[in-house]
């Protein structure tokens, strides 16, 4: 068994390599200079990586061997797009804005088929091992989108699920949305979640979530790290329960409000023992690790109790949290638990994160952590 | 048509297998540009949006006159021109 462990950056990829999760070598970058935002690797065994630049754009890039790439010419793009300017966090797109193609938020592998997952927000998918990309129309040109507003990431859909036809995206700050035919219609499924701004004439958007996760085994189960808490639903996203005990909150939404709740961004889940990991930050208006410890929490129930984990993270002060792309799991038994942190330190656990272990290595900001089985 | 060399930045070398340099024929840089894309169709969409449009961060000069100026550009290319593609530098 070795792991082949993902870190993408604003200035590049590293590679990651271990054959006892104890030692790690350390290459890179790959793709210098560029975010590297999202990785998957395909049915066929090819392995995907999105890059990004604020200068020169986005574009997907395949390799069989991580070492000798070649760029997707018919990468996701809007075709009507115009001009390059970005819509006002907080505040509707309105209708005539045509979406661009600013980022590749996410990667998703089901089968022989693959989705992107992207800012500004929309959704492609590829039946060609990622040669070539093609819309969601049902998705991307939805009557509600005039009404969809970006978050302070950028409006983006950055979390997909695949379990056969039933198909889970999260939009920031949109919300969670389900497609049970395989893509050809969507639907919101925020029920029981808190608005961050409700939207008045479509209820049922205007939530903020910021990640999402599926039991392996049970597939109607889903875990949603939000703005305004962590929620589980047991029926596929139709409705969701805050399962908060035991975490820290801070207090989130409009000034002066009262509401508080675990604020967060990634979310993952052991696919052998269901075991959950979050790393909670102190409220939305901060954003940092509560009291300067970076820690991450693991359930063990589906989220009914939470346990902080610390040992071998940093005994200092520490004030870099983790995007929600910079999480990850292996398949192994006990599970390796993997992130990276907005100050570039990785972090891998052998035992389901009883123990960890820092990465060799500085990086700049960690966007995206995957790890794959090789072997 | 006049053939030019079209010279690309390191970081743009990094996503296209390590080319620095294509060769191209055009009567105008944009006409040089579109046959480079037609050689290379991956340097399209970092050059371009996806309106058509040079990349809001993107300069490109035709020898050492920057394209964005207008007044100087030569209004068809000759044999040996350089067209330029590199990072318009803002802020410190």
């Known amino acids: ?42 049915s066929a065994g090819r392995y995907l990586f999105a890059t990004s630049s604020y200068v020169y754009g986005a574009a997907l890039h395949t390799s069989r061997d991580l070492k000798d790439w070649k760029q997707v010419e018919k990468g996701p793009s809007y075709p009507k797009a115009k001009g390059d300017a970005q819509p006002t966090p907080g505040v509707a797109v309105g209708p005539g804005f045509e979406p661009r193609m600013n980022q590749i938020w996410t990667l998703a592998s089901a089968k022989k088929r693959l989705y992107a997952g992207v800012d500004t927000a929309g959704l492609f998918t590829s039946d060609d091992d990622g040669e070539s990309w093609q819309p969601v129309p049902s998705l991307n040109d939805h009557p509600t989108r005039p009404n969809w507003f970006p978050g302070a990431g950028g409006l983006c859909l950055h979390s997909i699920l695949v379990h056969g036809d039933r198909i889970w995206i999260g939009i920031s700050a949109v919300g969670v949305w389900r497609s049970d035919d395989g893509g050809k219609s969507w639907t919101p499924r925020n029920q029981g979640v808190r608005h961050v701004i409700e939207d008045e004439r479509f209820k049922d958007i205007g939530f903020c979530v910021h990640g999402l996760a599926s039991d392996p085994k049970e597939p109607g189960t889903i875990y949603r ?95 870099a949290g983790v995007l929600r792309g910079a999480m990850a799991v292996d398949e192994e038994d006990p599970c390796g638990v993997y992130f990276g942190t907005t100050s570039g330190q990785a972090f891998a656990s052998a035992d389901c994160g009883d123990t960890w272990r820092p990465l060799p290595c500085t990086l700049p900001r960690i966007l995206h952590v995957a790890a794959y089985r090789e072997g | 048509m006049a053939k030019v060399t079209i010279e690309l930045p390191s970081m743009l070398g990094n996503v296209l297998g390590g080319l620095r340099r294509v060769e191209a024929r055009g009567d105008t840089w ?47 290319l000759a044999d040996g021109d350089r067209i330029t593609i590199m990072q318009a530098v803002s802020g410190g």
């Open chain 2, 30 to 76: 944009r006409d040089a540009l579109e046959d480079a894309f037609h050689r290379l169709p991956a340097l399209r969409v970092h050059v371009f949006d996806e309106a058509g449009a040079l990349r809001r961060h993107v300069l490109c000069f035709v020898n050492d006159v920057n394209t964005r100026f207008g007044e100087g550009v030569p209004e068809r």
């Open chain 1, 225 to 319: 790290q939000d703005h305004a808490g962590f929620y589980v639903s047991k029926n596929g996203g139709d409705t969701w329960e805050a399962r908060e005990d035991g975490l820290p909150g801070g207090s989130v939404g409009m000034p002066g409000s009262k509401i508080r709740a675990s604020f967060g961004f990634p979310v993952a889940v052991d696919p052998r023992t269901k075991s959950l990991f979050i790393v909670p930050l102190e409220s939305d208006e901060y954003r940092i690790p509560v009291d300067g410890k970076l820690r991450v929490y693991r359930s063990r129930d589906g989220g009914q109790n939470w346990q902080a984990l610390g040992e071998g993270l940093p005994t200092v002060p520490t004030y």
């Open chain 1, 1 to 42: 068994m070795s792991i082949t462990l993902i870190l993408g950056t604003e200035k590049g990829a590293f590679v990651c390599r271990s054959k006892d999760r104890a030692k790690w070598t350390v290459e890179g970058p790959v793709f210098k200079g560029w975010k590297v935002t999202a990785s998957t690797r395909t």
